[in-house]
C-alpha cells in the first residue's frame, strides 16, 4: 500500500460492488431511453470508464472539466469550468457522472449551467456523497457509497494532482497535507 494511505476504504472489489449498484439504478431508471453521460474531469474518469460498461442502454458520452480544490485539501467554494459540454442538450436524457460531492460546489454549478439548456431530464449519479460537508443543498439521484468526513484519494481522485491512478480508494495520511 502507499505509504501516505493511512487505511483503504474501498478496495477494488468494493468499488467494483459500488459501481455496478450505481449502474443497476441508472439502468432501472432510464430502461431504453438514450442516455447523454456528461462525465466530471478529472477525477471521476475511473468512476466513468467502469460505470459506462455496464449501462445497457444506448449511450452517447461527453465530457466538462470543472474543478474546485485547487492545491488546498479542502474546497475553495470557486468552481472552476474550463471544459463545457457542446452538445445541444434539448429533449435529451443527460447523466451527469461525478465521482464524490463533498461541499456540493462543484454540482449546484454544474446543475445551474445545464438547467436552462432544456434537457428532458438531468440526473446525477456519484461513487461517493460525503454528506458531512455539504455547503449547498445537493443530493445525487444515483449514490454508490455515504462515506465519512475523511479526505479520500484513489481511483481518480487526488490531493494536489497525485495519487488518482491508486487501484483502491484510501485515507490519506493527515500528515501529508496538514
Ligand atoms: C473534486 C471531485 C468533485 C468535487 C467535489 O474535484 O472530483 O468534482 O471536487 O467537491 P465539492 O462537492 O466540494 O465541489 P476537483 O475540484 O478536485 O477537480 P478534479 O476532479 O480535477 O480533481
Known amino acids: 500500500m502507499n505509504k501516505d494511505i493511512k487505511r483503504v476504504l474501498l478496495d477494488k472489489e468494493e468499488i467494483a460492488a459500488a459501481v455496478s449498484e ?30 459506462l460498461k455496464e449501462l445497457k442502454m444506448p449511450v452517447t458520452v461527453d465530457f ?12 475553495s467554494g470557486m468552481v472552476n469550468l474550463s471544459l463545457d459540454t457542446e452538445i445541444d442538450l434539448t429533449g435529451l436524457n443527460v447523466l451527469i457522472i461525478e465521482d464524490i460531492i463533498d461541499s456540493g460546489n462543484t454540482l449546484s454549478k454544474v446543475r445551474m449551467l445545464l438547467a436552462q439548456r432544456g434537457a428532458k431530464c438531468v440526473k446525477i449519479c456519484t461513487l461517493l ?7 449547498v443543498e445537493i443530493d445525487a439521484d444515483f449514490t454508490g457509497r455515504v462515506i465519512p468526513n475523511e479526505f479520500v484519494v484513489g481511483y481518480g481522485l487526488d490531493f494536489a ?14 500528515a501529508v497535507y496538514s
Not at 129 to 135: I, L, T, W
Request: charged share 30%; proline share 5%.
Open 161 to 174: 494532482e497525485k495519487y488518482r491512478n491508486l487501484p483502491y480508494i484510501g485515507v490519506l495520511d493527515e
Open 129 to 135: 456523497d460525503k454528506p458531512d460537508r455539504r455547503e
Open 64 to 75: 466538462m472539466k470543472v474543478s474546485s480544490y485547487g492545491k488546498g485539501a479542502t474546497s
Open 22 to 51: 450505481v449502474a443497476g439504478k441508472v439502468n432501472e431508471c432510464f430502461g431504453e431511453e438514450p442516455v447523454l453521460a456528461i462525465v466530471i474531469l478529472k477525477g471521476s474518469m475511473f468512476f466513468a470508464a467502469d460505470l
